[in-house]
Nanobody, 123 residues
Framework: QLQLVESGGGLVQPGGSLRLSCTSS????????IGWFRQAPGKERERVSC????????GYADSVKGRFTISRDNAKNTVYLQMSGLKPEDTAVYYC????????????????WGRGTLVTVSS
């Protein structure tokens, strides 16, 4: 069974940090573009970040640029999202998704999804 599993979410105070992890079962992530997406209540799903499959090219939404860092460790079959300087508006369910492509397409075209991990930023 092919699936992605996210971990690392939780409650954090504004200005704090969290690191999310995404790993897979049934396939390895190194041939896939991996994206982190988030969805807050009442809002559309948005792409937060993407890391390309081959050369490690990364991209970020303007709202998180300079605060979030995506990386991959192929030896551990894991993609990370390091989040710092967290703000209440970062509160959302965070999903990782995989697509066998060089870079992430829109969320509708991402083939594999995890179930999400909740990040709550609140004092």
């Amino acid at each position: 069974q092919l699936q992605l599993v996210e971990s690392g979410g939780g409650l954090v105070q504004p200005g704090g940090s969290l690191r999310l992890s995404c790993t897979s079962s049934g396939f390895t992530l190194d041939s896939y573009a991996i994206g982190w997406f988030r969805q807050a209540p009442g809002k559309e799903r948005e792409r937060v970040s993407c890391i390309a499959s081959s050369d490690g090219l990364t991209g970020y939404a303007d709202s998180v640029k300079g605060r979030f860092t995506i990386s991959r460790d192929n030896a551990k079959n894991t993609v990370y999202l390091q989040m710092s300087g967290l703000k209440p508006e970062d509160t959302a369910v965070y999903y990782c998704a995989a697509e066998m492509a060089y870079y992430c397409p829109g969320w509708e075209a991402m083939k594999y999804w995890g179930r999400g991990t909740l990040v709550t930023v609140s004092s």
